[in-house]
């Protein structure tokens, strides 16, 4: 499976944006960028993914770089709900075996 | 619709008792998933089913560990015999079944063997 890089954690305050980065040089032409999110003692949920362009939903912006190999989760204002772990996915499109394989995530945490 | 509904959401039991977890997924999906999460771990894809057939199950830790699919709207993950390393908070997660879709998660059950 192809591989993601997140930082351990990263700090912001409350009502600025937040940008959240994600390596991911090994990615393939069939893997798609999903980010996922959990809250303290809930389970994960899902907050945006995307292929090749740029992506908008009403809780995030995702950016992926032209080749692919990084993107970025953004929150345009942080509150402090938004303070958990946040996941980057690669999910393979190829075959039949579609799984959702999490690594370590990077921690956010909002100042109020 | 309820979303994706575990039971028990807690469980205490004593080392070689068999524990029985068990998942309702969103009505239509045909993928489900079953997590594992710990402290030192992280969350650990243990089994991934496609339309009732388990498609990847390279993440079940052992023999002890079983999960079954008998219809599309049921789903249970087996310990059998449970020991305390089993610990942990267990997910089930179910998605239309394609790269293109979110896969939605239950709130967990945590399981406690002493």
């Known amino acids: 499976d192809a591989k993601t890089t997140q930082p351990n954690s990263m700090e912001s305050n409350e009502e600025e944006p937040v940008h959240l980065p994600c390596n991911h040089s090994t990615i393939s032409g069939t893997d798609y960028i999903h980010w996922y999110r959990q809250l303290p003692s809930q389970g994960p949920e899902y907050v945006i993914h995307?292929?090749?362009s740029n992506v908008n939903n009403r809780m995030a912006s995702l950016a992926i770089a032209e080749d692919r190999k990084s993107s970025t989760l953004i929150l345009h204002r942080a509150t402090l709900r938004d303070a958990a772990v946040y996941y980057c996915i690669l999910r393979d499109v190829s075959g039949a075996n579609s799984k959702l394989t999490f690594g370590k995530g990077i921690t956010l945490s909002v100042r109020p | 619709d309820a979303g994706v509904i575990q039971s028990p959401r807690h469980e205490v039991t004593e080392m070689g008792q068999e524990v029985t977890l068990r998942c309702k997924p969103i009505s239509g999906h045909n993928s489900l998933f079953w997590y594992r999460q710990t402290m030192m771990r992280g969350l650990e894809l243990l089994i991934y089913f496609n339309n009732n057939v388990p498609i990847d199950d390279s993440g079940m830790p052992e023999d002890r560990f079983s999960a079954k699919m008998p219809n599309a709207s049921f789903s249970t993950l087996k310990i059998q015999p449970s020991e305390p390393r089993d610990s942990a908070v267990y997910f089930c997660?179910?998605?239309?079944?394609?790269?293109?879709?979110?896969?939605?998660f239950g709130q967990g059950t945590r399981l406690t063997v002493v």
């Open positions: 995307g292929l090749t």
């Open positions: 997660a179910s998605s239309l079944g394609t790269w293109d879709t979110e896969a939605f």
